[in-house]
T-cell receptor, first 114, second 112 residues
Framework: NAGVTQTPKFRVLKTGQSMTLLCAQDMNHEYMYWYRQDPGMGLRLIHY???????AKGEVPDGYNVSRLKKQNFLLGLESAAPSQTSVYFC?????????????FGDGTRLSIL | KQEVTQIPAALSVPEGENLVLNCSFTDSAIYNLQWFRQDPGKGLTSLLL?????REQTSGRLNASLDKSSGRSTLYIAASQPGDSATYLCAVSDFGNEKLTFGTGTRLTIIP
């Protein structure tokens, strides 16, 4: 029973490099989310998706892009990494609204930008 | 803009005590409120979800209350155990549960 799986778990990048974080869920959830967690800031929403083929901006979208080509996957891309993007990134998923459901989280990706 | 505050940032209590964690939010037009637990190096685990029309939810030793008019929620933990040590986060969602706004959490330590 995997739930939400994030790949990779750790990564170190140099400034200017690009990378993609992968999130996969096996619960047939419609909604998926990417958050970042920084000390003293709480979790902040980067981008989210309300279904396959859709994406929308969250609170802190600058410097990131996302894609939801398949319902079970949500990709977060950093085109040109900056030290300010050093953070712990969490993916989450939930059923569509109608009946309130909690968001289910992955274990996070710890990303350091040097 | 919705803001969520959790005070205190850290709390230590002896094992066996009952305790209350606090959460306040600035905009009462919420869809639901969720309490999460986060263990070090791990993701968030949902503990309780209270819909905007509800006043409280209970799960085992946990009880969460919601007072929308005052913009407050509390998480009550009965008979605390060392395994309850974790960071507890409160989050509120706008209509449709599309977006959660999180507090910065309360780090709870239960002393054996």
């Amino acid at each position: 029973n995997a739930g939400v799986t994030q790949t990779p778990k750790f990564r170190v990048l140099k400034t200017g490099q690009s990378m993609t974080l992968l999130c996969a869920q096996d619960m047939n959830h419609e909604y998926m989310y990417w958050y970042r967690q920084d000390p003293g800031m709480g979790l902040r929403l980067i981008h989210y998706s309300v279904g396959e083929g859709t994406t929308a901006k969250g609170e802190v979208p600058d410097g990131y892009n996302v894609s939801r080509l398949k319902k079970q996957n949500f990709l977060l891309g950093l085109e040109s990494a900056a030290p300010s993007q050093t953070s712990v990134y969490f993916c989450a998923s939930s059923l569509a609204p109608g009946a309130p459901q909690p968001q289910h989280f992955g274990d996070g990706t710890r990303l350091s930008i040097l | 803009k919705q803001e969520v505050t959790q005070i205190p940032a850290a709390l230590s209590v002896p094992e066996g005590e009952n305790l209350v964690l606090n959460c306040s939010f600035t905009d009462s037009a919420i869809y639901n409120l969720q309490w999460f637990r986060q263990d070090p190096g791990k993701g968030l685990t949902s503990l309780l979800l209270i819909q905007s029309s509800q006043r409280e939810q209970t799960s085992g030793r946990l009880n969460a209350s919601l007072d929308k008019s005052s913009g407050r929620s509390t998480l009550y933990i009965a008979a605390s155990q060392p395994g309850d040590s974790a960071t507890y986060l409160c989050a509120v969602s706008d209509f449709g549960n599309e977006k959660l706004t999180f507090g910065t959490g309360t780090r709870l330590t239960i002393i054996p």
